[in-house]
């Protein structure tokens, strides 16, 4: 099983940046793909974007319409999100999550509020 950490979070101006962290112990992580989703109060759980154990990356576009960008550091068990240009509407709980091949994501971080003012 994996154990995911998440860092990074915190409040931003409209128009800034964050990067979020998650790092990831207690299985090989090189063969789990890593996702970043996102909760908002009264809302449903949102994909952000993922990352497969080979680098390859799938976007939310409608979402996130390319201001995010996804990335991993196997040597460090790191899976990475960059935040550009936030928005308000991007205030939500981040969590990362891992899964093995093609299974549901079952491997789940604790979540890092963002909190995006106006």
């Known amino acids: 099983q994996v154990q995911l950490v998440e860092s990074g979070g915190g409040l931003v101006q409209a128009g800034g940046s964050l990067r979020l962290s998650c790092a990831a112990s207690?299985?090989?992580?090189?063969?789990?793909?890593m996702g970043w989703f996102r909760q908002a109060p009264g809302k449903e759980r949102e994909f952000v974007a993922a990352?497969?154990?080979?680098?390859?990356?799938?976007y939310s576009q409608a979402s996130v319409k390319g201001r995010f960008t996804i990335s991993r550091d196997n040597a460090k068990n790191t899976v990475y999100l960059q935040m550009n240009s936030l928005k308000p509407e991007d205030t939500a709980v981040y969590y990362c999550?891992?899964?093995?091949?093609?299974?549901?994501?079952?491997?789940w971080g604790q979540g890092t509020q963002v909190t995006v003012s106006s």
């Open positions: 999550a891992a899964r093995i091949g093609t299974f549901d994501y079952a491997y």
């Open positions: 207690g299985r090989t992580f090189s063969t789990c793909t």
């Open positions: 990352i497969s154990g080979g680098g390859v990356t799938t």
